[in-house]
T-cell receptor, first 114, second 115 residues
Framework: SQTIHQWPATLVQPVGSPLSLECTVEGTSNPNLYWYRQAAGRGLQLLFYSVGIGQISSEVPQNLSASRPQDRQFILSSKKLLLSDSGFYLC?????????????FGQGTRLTVV | AQKVTQAQTEISVVEKEDVTLDCVYETRDTTYYLFWYKQPPSGELVFLIRRNSFDEQNEISGRYSWNFQKSTSSFNFTITASQVVDSAVYFCARCDLTSGSRLTFGEGTQLTVNP
């Protein structure tokens, strides 16, 4: 069966510090991968998606970047965090050949920038 | 951008009341998929249902039911005889078959069921 792992669960970082959130998927190949952010009391905003290794599409200009160094690994990074980067970050995956399926989400990372 | 709109930001009901959560979507596609997710206080997203654009049959699963009306671009979700455990944020989403098949979410509806 497929599983998605996302860590850490909680993170408190000072302004100006770097960030690295990691997401890995097991039990599937060539998944579509996504990073979403949820600001407090708001909806889910798609930040990045990837349909293959090294293929990253950005949805909104921001202080963040994403990379996919391996087929089932998706990393969200920042060189210098801003206060506005605080939020709940969710990684998700979908099988590439079954477009009618739902997206499967990780447990999320709650990031607080102080 | 094609939006998903959940006009109800917050809904508060008393246990055992029925409640309907509204969802209206925009799309230029003839084939698309719609979803509902539940987000309890713990934060994880729990998948509830998906519907494709060719299937307008309403669906019932226990106390949950969904009404898909293609003519009005709506996909509403009803909870019958609500319970305190139904308290959560509920998201409606649409899948774009282009652009990585990403899901576009509405802003969510915070449902509070009071005892």
């Amino acid at each position: 069966s497929q599983t998605i792992h996302q860590w850490p669960a909680t993170l408190v970082q000072p302004v100006g510090s770097p960030l690295s959130l990691e997401c890995t998927v097991e039990g599937t190949s060539n998944p579509n991968l996504y990073w979403y952010r949820q600001a407090a009391g708001r909806g889910l905003q798609l930040l990045f998606y990837s349909v293959g290794i090294g293929q990253i599409s950005s949805e909104v200009p921001q202080n963040l970047s994403a990379s996919r160094p391996q087929d089932r690994q998706f990393i969200l990074s920042s060189k210098k965090l801003l206060l506005s980067d605080s939020g709940f970050y969710l990684c998700a995956w979908r099988p590439p050949d079954r477009l009618n399926t739902e997206a499967f989400f990780g447990q999320g990372t709650r990031l607080t920038v102080v | 951008a094609q939006k998903v709109t959940q006009a109800q930001t917050e809904i508060s009901v008393v246990e055992k009341e029925d409640v309907t959560l509204d969802c209206v979507y925009e799309t230029r596609d003839t084939t698309y998929y719609l979803f509902w997710y539940k987000q309890p206080p713990s934060g994880e997203l729990v998948f509830l249902i998906r519907r494709n654009s060719f299937d307008e049959q309403n669906e019932i699963s226990g106390r949950y039911s969904w009404n898909f009306q293609k003519s009005t671009s709506s996909f509403n979700f009803t909870i019958t005889a609500s319970q305190v455990v139904d308290s959560a944020v509920y998201f409606c989403a649409r899948c774009d078959l282009t652009s990585g098949s990403r899901l576009t979410f509405g802003e969510g509806t915070q449902l509070t069921v009071n005892p």
